[in-house]
């Protein structure tokens, strides 16, 4: 999410830059000038970072200042700073940009909104929490209280450990001033939302976007204290955010739900209308439960959470799915909830306990899970849980194997005779139809299907994944399975040997996902799931059968990295335009195509493998 202004005054523009934390970003940019030396931390030495506190007429702590992280208010206007682009710190220098004497309106938004949004989170994963605030200021017909605004935190998101960090943005919501100044007597039990609430409100008016007002409006429902309102300004930056960065109508499900999973879900449903609103109720759910069924399990819980607050009129995609063995359980759930007589199927409580599992367990670390399993079972009945498990591998979800294996490995109890926990093998023949999908990548989304044989060894794949995508193949990678980790057989790393391990030995049925890791610097991470298994085909050896994207340039900084570069190259008064045409070899930024791909060039460069 990369807000842009949503609206473009020369009074907004003259609002921005005159706002504290601008003024106050612009003076420390002007003092640094051509350039300041830097610590190996990256921060103005001590002696300058005394200077440049009396250049702002900061107060400096007590006693000797060893380094400028002590002094938060000179960090703050660091940070504004940076965000809007007023200075570069780079190496052991940190310099002025020209962009401090740019004052076109347009501009002069665009790095007003940039350092805003760095405020909330953005770009990057945005704290629901200071999000929450602004949603709540900007629907408001008038001015609310601080009162108003915690409830709502509350409501958005789980309570925090008094003088904790927030999860979310990494603060502690401590501002006794701010309390002290709209009505709070600082000796009050004051909770942790209302802490948030304050430090929300802090910021939006050091950046102009919020006026907290002393005297509360007439209104017999309020608290009486600490009321707030948006300015210009904050509806601006309110509407760039929640209109201008919601997914487009015709937006992939993928990108859709990549940025409605980091928002509180009343943020979501605002920014999930342009695309709700392109398309029938039913419409919209087919498509969810489309990408749903090639997902892996917590991206599909994110995507059928959606799909079921669309509402009744959606029910005819529902039946269509109602029929399906499997996926087709959460189809017969949400008919039964709505009160429809739906055909029972005996495996849907077996097949769904294991889906929870899958998407629960992708939060915890492989080697906790047998801790955490050998406590939950502690206490369970034996046999009762042996059958239970019994009915979970012959469930036919493609995690059923690893939930079974990974509970008896924890407990030490056995399946009934008979029983196997395992799926039958894939025969040596079969193909398996592969998505590739490149995580943190939209607009366009980056993925490849391809056809590869099931006993392709995972080096092969490696190989295979290289051409597909268009990589250089220049950097490590490794395989991420639920059991271990497959790569280069180094001792140093770690994992386990690549050339060893079949395709068909860690994908065993449709629906069957891992991750593969290519560059552990930039840590490009790609999504591999097993959509169809094919009949054996000798014609078929390793193709690509589709796919949308251009191959990210190397070493551009990861798929945030790769965002910024698009972002830059779009405008060709960004400080790095030329920079970067001349690190990718480019004349110009209409040579630079990341929507490109070609079907043939891929399969040209596959036919060249195996």
Known sequence: ??????????????????????????????????????????????????????????????G?????????????????????????????RVRATGQLADATPQNVLGFWLRAASAGLGLPGEPCP??????????????????????????????????????????????????????????????????????????????????????????????SGEAWVRLTELGRMLAESIFVGCAPSADADVAVLLEVLSVVPSKIAERMAVP??????????????????????????????AFAMGIGQEAAPAWREWADRPGFGAYARLWLTEQGEEVAEHPDDQAWLTVEAFAAASAAIPAE????????????????????ALSLMSASGHPDAARFVESVTAASGIRLPAGRAARPAGIPAGD??????????????????????????????LHDVIQQAMGWEDGHLHMFSTPRRDYGSPDPELGHADEREVTVAE???????????????????????VLEKVLPPDPVVGVSCLAGNGACPPEDCGGAWGYASLKEAL?????????????????DSATDFHPARFSLDEVNARLGQLL
Request: glycine share 8%; with cysteine; aromatic share 6%.
């Open 275 to 304: 695309w709700l609103a392109a398309r029938s109720p039913a419409a919209a759910v087919g498509e969810l439960l489309a990408y749903a069924e090639s997902a892996d399990p917590a991206r599909r819980m994110i995507a059928m």
């Open 506 to 528: 860690v994908l065993a049925r449709p629906g069957a996902t891992m991750l593969y890791i290519y560059d552990f610097g930039d840590d490009w991470e790609h999504d591999i």
């Open 431 to 460: 193909v398996y139809q592969l998505k590739i999908t490149l995580r943190g990548v939209a607009k366009p989304p980056v993925w490849r299907r391809i056809a590869v044989p099931a006993t392709l060894p995972l080096d092969l």
């Open 1 to 62: 999410m990369i807000p842009q202004p949503s609206a473009v005054t020369p009074e907004l523009a003259e609002a921005a830059l005159n706002c504290v934390a601008l003024s106050r970003a612009r003076k420390l940019a002007e003092w640094i000038g051509a350039g300041r030396q830097l610590t190996s931390s990256g921060v103005l030495k001590p002696a300058l970072a005394i200077e440049a506190c009396r250049a702002l007429g900061i107060e400096l702590p007590p």
């Open 64 to 92: 000797r200042l060893r380094t400028a992280l002590d002094v938060d208010e000179l960090m703050q206007d660091w940070e504004v700073a940076c965000s809007a682009g007023y200075i570069i710190p780079g190496g052991s």
């Open 368 to 387: 906790f899970t047998p801790l955490v399993l050998g406590a939950a079972l502690e206490n369970a009945d034996a046999g009762e849980t042996a059958e």
């Open 129 to 222: 929490g200071c999000l929450t605030v602004l949603h709540e200021l900007s629907e408001a017909d008038g001015p609310l209280d601080l009162a108003r605004l915690a409830e709502a935190l509350r409501s958005a998101e789980p309570a925090e450990d008094e003088d904790a960090p927030c999860p979310d943005c990494g603060e502690v919501h401590d501002l006794p001033g701010l309390a002290a100044m709209i009505g709070y007597d600082e000796d009050d039990d004051v909770d942790d939302s209302v802490e948030h609430a304050e430090s929300v409100v802090v910021g939006l008016v050091s950046y102009g976007a919020a006026t907290a007002l002393a005297a509360a409006p007439a209104d017999p429902g309020s």
């Open 570 to 586: 779009a405008d060709p008064t960004h400080e790095e335009y030329e920079d970067l045409l001349d690190w990718l070899g480019l």
